[in-house]
């Protein structure tokens, strides 16, 4: 029996409900609209001029942040996204027919489309993050939930995220929990407030210049609770 499930999301778009984590890879409000206002508009993908314009996700699940980046953007992408469940580049290709035709590379999966491409880094991200010697100019955080994929959101991986990083890179994720924005501090980043999609209040940028609203650090101050880092997190689900 799979681990996994294809739904569809109130905009139409299609998602996928993981039973390992026990929660949907997207808000069921809509993967494609969330998709776009999370990390293509929250990472200012239209603003940059460079060729290719490099992009790395954490956690390629369906697909849709390949997809949804290329439709709006159309200047050419390369595009570098981390995915542990093999399955899931499967369940990709049953969702959109563009990944019919990935094919299988070193270490994962590539794929060519018109002037853009995607290389899919199978396995841990913890590791094979370790592997990777270009900066990026934009980085998708779309890991599930920091409650249930704990490892994706700790001081030590944003810390590797840092160094994939230059001056201008804005990394966005759909977060605002009080541990995963200490994290982010503690590894360096300076973050600002945007307003999350849809009923969600608040979501997070993080940058290597400028400076950390004060709202945010007034807020953390006030909060006792721990960044999340290796050292207190118990064993992801496999
Ligand atoms: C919220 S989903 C990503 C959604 C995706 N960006 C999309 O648009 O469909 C999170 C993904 O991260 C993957 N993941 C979780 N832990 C991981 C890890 N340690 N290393 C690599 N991928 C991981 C999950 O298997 C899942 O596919």
Partial sequence: MSNFEIITTDDGSPSVY???????????SGAYQETLYNFVQGCEINKLDHRPIKILEVGFGTGMGFICT?????KPIRFVSFEKHE??????KEIHPLYKDLRKVPGGYGLQAGESEILILIGDARDRIKEIKEQFDAIYQDAFSPRKNKELWTKQWFKDLYKLSHDKTILSTYSSSVSIRKALIESGWLLSNRKGHGNKKL??????????????IEKLKRSSVEALSDEIISFPPN
């Fill in 18 to 28: 993981s039973k390992i984590y026990s929660e949907a890879c997207h808000n069921l």
């Fill in 70 to 74: 290329i439709e709006n953007c159309p």
């Fill in 87 to 92: 399955e899931m580049v499967e369940l990709a």
């Fill in 203 to 216: 979501a997070t940028i993080a940058k290597r210049t400028g400076e950390t609203d004060k709202e945010i």
